[in-house]
């Protein structure tokens, strides 16, 4: 008997072209699993919140956005491990042995998950970014802190292809996600000193020692593409053995001397000299409305639309012949010198609250200091102890400012919910500034125009003709004259 046999019209594919039609098969499974679609929602929905209440600063939404890709990158994992562990489960292993395409070229087409975690961070670090608008970040914009979206979750994809090859089990991605969180907030235990690498070795890069400051995040950022190409390298080893060793001792090489460098880039002395060259009075963009300086750090320009919400209607109560306090934007250190002898400020910190409640509070909260400095009693947001302002006519004429300059600030002042900031005083200041409300503005406005130099005196009686009845307190003599305020003791 004979047998006749036809050869086959379809011809066996080489290894390369397996690896490519497994990848692109990995890939649709990958973007299509919950992991990786929980991890990118999550990781979006934490970036917003972190950024929701303050207005967003390029530095801090950099940062919130570098922790959200963590969330990315053990979603990420969590697919990647659980898909390169497929063929190692429930018995698979037989079939898998019968296919073109060996486990080391399987192992090599995860890494189609590279890519597609470039663009997905990216994605999160842009839908981010559009749920904020219209608040569009301020400072200095640094593109390789904002870079390191693109490098944390093709991290953790590879983390999890290596996790998958030798740990198939289901429960083992959640467990190396799990191991890898505890090593991140071991990290964050050590002491953060000059002489060790926590810094450098943590995956978001730090915030800057202060505003402004040059950060060594290009560092970083190669930092952490040696990290993802020496793991990159580890999953083609068993495909590519020699070109994979080499690449691999290359890029630890990389990453070790980028983590290196950056260690020591950090500033060692901090002086006030120093700070002043990013944050002093010469770097500072000033502007006059309404009499009133603003005085802004670099790149923070938009602001001052936010801090004349506050202030000008402070302004608009104060006399013609009033000084009008500076708005000095500070940065972390601050050296408390006026920027003009003689002129009063207040001080702004580098957060502003974004919308509804939070924004009211900022506005609140530079309200009532301006209107501290306004009447000479000096609020430095650096001091947290209080001084004793009980018995000052400016205390009672302090609060009749702050009752007509804030919306309803007539009736909290009337209920005793509104009140002067950092100063101590009873219920008479607040009896006697109802009594001014229940005068007429025109001739409450009127008499502190006429007196108002005389007012801003700690020891004056300048309302006794409006009926305040209050005694000034008699002013230590022997108290330091460098500290204006009075800290702890009476306002001077």
Known sequence: MTVTTERSVHRVPTPLAATTALGRAEAGRLVRSPFYWGGALLATALGVAWSWTRMPTWATFAENSGMSSLVLAAGLLIATQLATGRDQRAG???????????????????????PIAVVTGAAVHLVSLLLLLPAWPVGEFDPWASAVVLLIPPIGAVIGALAGRVFPGVAAGPLTAAALCAMLIALLALPNDPQNYAAALWPVPEPSWEVGAPRPT????????GVLVALAAAVAWRAWPRASVTVLIMAVACAGLAAERQTAADTPVISMDLVNQYTGPAVLTCQVHEKVRYCALPHYEDWIEYWREAVEPVAAHLPANAPRPTVR?????????????????????????????????????????????AVGLYTDLLVYSDCDATGQHRTVAGLWLLAQSLPDGVAQVRRGELRMPRVRYGQAELEAAVALLDRPYDEVAAYLAQHWTELRDPSSTALAALGVTLTPPTLPTAESQSEPRGEGGVCR
């Open 329 to 373: 934007q500070i940065g972390i250190a601050y050296d408390r010198q006026p920027i003009t002898p003689g002129i009063p400020e207040i001080i702004v910190s580098g957060s502003w609250g974004r919308t509804g409640k939070w924004a009211a509070d900022s506005r609140t909260r530079m309200t009532r200091d301006y209107v501290g400095a």
């Open 218 to 225: 290009g560092w970083h950022l190669l930092y952490l593409l």
């Open 92 to 114: 698979a292993e037989e079939s898998t042995r019968t296919l073109p395409a060996g486990p080391a070229r399987r192992g090599l087409a995860m890494l189609v998950s590279v």
